[in-house]
Protein backbone atom coordinates (compact mmCIF):
# COMPACT_ATOMS: atom_id res chain seq x y z
CA UNK A 1 0.00 0.00 0.00
CA UNK A 2 0.75 3.50 0.01
CA UNK A 3 3.12 4.64 2.87
CA UNK A 4 5.24 7.93 3.53
CA UNK A 5 7.64 8.12 6.33
CA UNK A 6 9.29 11.21 7.79
CA UNK A 7 11.58 11.94 10.25
CA UNK A 8 9.74 13.53 13.37
CA UNK A 9 11.48 16.98 14.46
CA UNK A 10 14.76 18.91 12.99
CA UNK A 11 15.83 21.53 15.26
CA UNK A 12 18.96 24.20 13.43
CA UNK A 13 20.03 27.49 14.19
CA UNK A 14 19.19 30.76 12.29
CA UNK A 15 20.96 30.93 9.22
CA UNK A 16 21.81 27.29 9.05
CA UNK A 17 20.46 24.80 5.96
CA UNK A 18 17.60 22.90 7.00
CA UNK A 19 16.81 19.36 5.07
CA UNK A 20 13.82 17.56 5.79
CA UNK A 21 13.73 13.88 4.54
CA UNK A 22 11.14 11.94 3.01
CA UNK A 23 10.30 8.11 1.72
CA UNK A 24 7.92 6.88 0.25
CA UNK A 25 6.22 3.92 -0.90
CA UNK A 26 4.21 4.17 -4.17
CA UNK A 27 6.48 3.76 -7.22
CA UNK A 28 3.76 5.67 -9.56
CA UNK A 29 3.43 8.44 -7.69
CA UNK A 30 3.12 11.42 -10.59
CA UNK A 31 3.57 14.24 -8.25
CA UNK A 32 5.33 14.98 -4.85
CA UNK A 33 4.96 17.75 -2.95
CA UNK A 34 6.42 19.62 0.29
CA UNK A 35 3.48 21.79 2.67
CA UNK A 36 4.00 24.05 5.47
CA UNK A 37 2.08 24.17 8.67
CA UNK A 38 1.71 26.83 11.15
CA UNK A 39 0.69 26.43 14.37
CA UNK A 40 -3.62 26.30 13.86
CA UNK A 41 -3.35 27.17 10.22
CA UNK A 42 -4.43 25.16 7.09
CA UNK A 43 -1.56 23.58 4.58
CA UNK A 44 0.48 25.93 2.41
CA UNK A 45 2.35 24.40 -0.20
CA UNK A 46 5.90 25.19 -0.53
CA UNK A 47 6.70 23.34 -3.55
CA UNK A 48 6.02 20.13 -5.98
CA UNK A 49 8.23 18.05 -8.44
CA UNK A 50 6.69 15.93 -11.27
CA UNK A 51 8.35 12.43 -10.54
CA UNK A 52 10.60 12.48 -13.47
CA UNK A 53 12.45 15.44 -12.36
CA UNK A 54 15.43 15.25 -9.94
CA UNK A 55 15.35 18.71 -8.44
CA UNK A 56 13.94 22.02 -8.72
CA UNK A 57 15.16 24.98 -7.05
CA UNK A 58 12.70 28.01 -5.91
CA UNK A 59 14.59 30.42 -4.06
CA UNK A 60 15.50 29.29 -1.16
CA UNK A 61 14.29 25.93 -1.21
CA UNK A 62 15.61 22.99 -3.34
CA UNK A 63 13.82 19.75 -3.60
CA UNK A 64 15.88 16.66 -4.61
CA UNK A 65 14.08 13.54 -5.74
CA UNK A 66 15.78 9.88 -6.23
CA UNK A 67 13.63 7.72 -7.59
CA UNK A 68 15.04 4.60 -7.64
CA UNK A 69 15.56 4.76 -3.77
CA UNK A 70 12.03 6.65 -3.30
CA UNK A 71 13.53 9.44 -1.55
CA UNK A 72 12.21 12.97 -1.64
CA UNK A 73 14.13 16.48 0.39
CA UNK A 74 13.34 19.34 1.11
CA UNK A 75 16.55 21.80 1.41
CA UNK A 76 15.97 24.92 3.27
CA UNK A 77 19.22 27.49 2.73
CA UNK A 78 19.22 30.42 5.32
CA UNK A 79 16.35 29.24 7.23
CA UNK A 80 14.85 31.63 9.40
CA UNK A 81 13.22 31.72 12.77
CA UNK A 82 9.83 32.22 10.69
CA UNK A 83 10.35 28.89 8.87
CA UNK A 84 9.79 27.24 11.91
CA UNK A 85 6.51 24.55 11.32
CA UNK A 86 5.69 21.04 10.60
CA UNK A 87 6.44 19.90 7.24
CA UNK A 88 4.47 17.65 5.56
CA UNK A 89 5.38 15.74 2.40
CA UNK A 90 3.22 14.22 0.07
CA UNK A 91 2.56 11.93 -2.83
CA UNK A 92 -0.20 11.55 -5.27
CA UNK A 93 -1.19 9.25 -7.82
CA UNK A 94 -2.78 9.92 -11.55
CA UNK A 95 -5.24 7.45 -10.98
CA UNK A 96 -6.57 8.67 -7.63
CA UNK A 97 -8.00 11.65 -8.81
CA UNK A 98 -5.00 13.46 -7.07
CA UNK A 99 -5.66 12.55 -4.11
CA UNK A 100 -2.71 13.19 -1.26
CA UNK A 101 -0.78 11.04 0.77
CA UNK A 102 0.67 12.44 3.23
CA UNK A 103 3.71 11.99 5.49
CA UNK A 104 3.54 12.07 9.20
CA UNK A 105 4.86 15.85 9.35
CA UNK A 106 8.55 16.82 10.40
CA UNK A 107 8.30 19.71 13.03
CA UNK A 108 11.23 21.99 12.39
CA UNK A 109 12.42 24.36 15.19
CA UNK A 110 14.62 27.30 14.05
CA UNK A 111 17.18 28.65 17.26
CA UNK A 112 17.90 31.85 17.01
CA UNK B 1 -2.73 32.02 -6.32
CA UNK B 2 -6.09 30.25 -5.92
CA UNK B 3 -7.96 30.48 -2.50
CA UNK B 4 -9.96 28.32 -0.92
CA UNK B 5 -12.07 29.25 2.18
CA UNK B 6 -12.73 27.22 4.57
CA UNK B 7 -16.39 28.53 7.16
CA UNK B 8 -16.30 28.32 10.57
CA UNK B 9 -12.43 28.08 11.12
CA UNK B 10 -13.80 27.17 14.27
CA UNK B 11 -16.68 25.97 16.11
CA UNK B 12 -17.93 24.51 19.63
CA UNK B 13 -20.99 22.30 19.88
CA UNK B 14 -22.29 20.27 22.23
CA UNK B 15 -22.56 16.11 22.18
CA UNK B 16 -25.55 15.08 19.82
CA UNK B 17 -25.66 18.11 17.53
CA UNK B 18 -24.39 18.03 14.18
CA UNK B 19 -21.92 20.62 12.76
CA UNK B 20 -21.56 21.64 8.90
CA UNK B 21 -18.49 22.98 7.73
CA UNK B 22 -17.94 24.86 4.40
CA UNK B 23 -15.57 24.61 1.88
CA UNK B 24 -15.25 27.31 -0.99
CA UNK B 25 -13.25 27.58 -3.61
CA UNK B 26 -12.97 31.30 -4.34
CA UNK B 27 -11.77 32.09 -8.12
CA UNK B 28 -11.37 28.33 -9.86
CA UNK B 29 -14.29 25.86 -10.40
CA UNK B 30 -13.36 22.72 -7.91
CA UNK B 31 -14.35 19.62 -10.11
CA UNK B 32 -12.95 17.27 -7.23
CA UNK B 33 -12.84 18.66 -3.12
CA UNK B 34 -11.09 16.29 -0.39
CA UNK B 35 -11.52 16.52 3.28
CA UNK B 36 -8.73 15.55 5.42
CA UNK B 37 -8.76 15.20 9.43
CA UNK B 38 -6.02 15.97 11.23
CA UNK B 39 -5.72 14.57 15.25
CA UNK B 40 -3.33 16.80 17.03
CA UNK B 41 0.74 16.33 16.02
CA UNK B 42 -0.11 13.79 13.48
CA UNK B 43 -0.47 13.77 9.89
CA UNK B 44 -3.62 14.58 7.82
CA UNK B 45 -5.91 11.61 6.87
CA UNK B 46 -8.09 12.02 3.84
CA UNK B 47 -11.62 11.16 5.05
CA UNK B 48 -13.30 11.23 1.65
CA UNK B 49 -13.45 12.88 -2.41
CA UNK B 50 -16.22 14.21 -3.77
CA UNK B 51 -16.30 14.99 -7.23
CA UNK B 52 -19.25 17.67 -8.07
CA UNK B 53 -22.50 16.35 -8.64
CA UNK B 54 -21.82 12.95 -7.81
CA UNK B 55 -21.51 11.13 -4.39
CA UNK B 56 -18.67 11.12 -2.16
CA UNK B 57 -16.31 8.39 -1.91
CA UNK B 58 -14.85 7.40 1.46
CA UNK B 59 -11.87 5.95 2.56
CA UNK B 60 -12.01 2.75 4.23
CA UNK B 61 -13.16 3.10 8.07
CA UNK B 62 -14.70 6.52 7.85
CA UNK B 63 -18.40 6.15 8.50
CA UNK B 64 -20.44 8.36 5.56
CA UNK B 65 -23.55 7.98 7.79
CA UNK B 66 -21.42 10.02 10.31
CA UNK B 67 -19.67 12.25 8.16
CA UNK B 68 -22.16 13.34 5.56
CA UNK B 69 -20.38 14.89 2.52
CA UNK B 70 -22.46 17.44 -0.45
CA UNK B 71 -20.54 18.68 -3.64
CA UNK B 72 -23.67 20.31 -5.21
CA UNK B 73 -21.52 23.08 -6.94
CA UNK B 74 -18.21 23.60 -8.30
CA UNK B 75 -17.26 26.14 -5.43
CA UNK B 76 -19.18 24.41 -2.59
CA UNK B 77 -18.75 21.43 -0.67
CA UNK B 78 -19.87 21.09 2.95
CA UNK B 79 -19.08 18.45 5.60
CA UNK B 80 -21.83 17.46 8.32
CA UNK B 81 -20.47 15.75 11.45
CA UNK B 82 -23.47 14.47 12.27
CA UNK B 83 -24.12 13.37 15.89
CA UNK B 84 -20.96 15.14 17.15
CA UNK B 85 -19.29 13.13 20.24
CA UNK B 86 -16.22 14.15 21.84
CA UNK B 87 -13.81 11.83 19.52
CA UNK B 88 -14.95 13.70 16.66
CA UNK B 89 -13.04 16.62 18.21
CA UNK B 90 -10.64 17.35 15.85
CA UNK B 91 -9.39 19.99 12.71
CA UNK B 92 -10.85 19.41 9.46
CA UNK B 93 -8.98 20.61 6.29
CA UNK B 94 -10.26 20.30 2.74
CA UNK B 95 -8.95 21.20 -0.55
CA UNK B 96 -9.76 21.63 -3.82
CA UNK B 97 -8.42 20.57 -7.31
CA UNK B 98 -9.72 21.86 -11.20
CA UNK B 99 -9.42 20.03 -13.84
CA UNK B 100 -6.70 21.59 -15.53
CA UNK B 101 -4.85 21.87 -11.59
CA UNK B 102 -2.23 19.71 -13.18
CA UNK B 103 -1.88 17.92 -9.55
CA UNK B 104 -2.07 21.34 -7.69
CA UNK B 105 -3.98 21.06 -4.95
CA UNK B 106 -5.16 24.11 -2.37
CA UNK B 107 -5.91 23.98 0.64
CA UNK B 108 -8.27 25.81 3.24
CA UNK B 109 -7.40 27.16 6.33
CA UNK B 110 -8.89 24.31 8.52
CA UNK B 111 -11.81 24.11 11.05
CA UNK B 112 -11.27 22.98 14.10
CA UNK B 113 -14.42 21.30 15.70
CA UNK B 114 -14.79 20.73 19.58
CA UNK B 115 -17.40 18.55 20.69
CA UNK B 116 -18.45 19.21 24.34
Known amino acids: GEDVEQSLFLSVREGDSSVINCTYT??????LYWYKQEPGAGLQLLTY?????DMKQDQRLTVLLNKKDKHLSLRIADTQTGDSAIYFC????????????FGSGTRLLVRP | GAVVSQHPSWVICKSGTSVKIECRSL??????MFWYRQFPKQSLMLMAT?????????EQGVEKDKFLINHASLTLSTLTVTSAHPEDSSFYIC????????????FGEGSRLTVL
Open chain 2, 95 to 106: SATSAAGAGELF
Open chain 1, 26 to 31: DSSSTY
Open chain 1, 49 to 53: IFSNM
Open chain 1, 90 to 101: AESMMDSSYKLI
Open chain 2, 27 to 32: DFQATT
Open chain 2, 50 to 58: SNEGSKATY
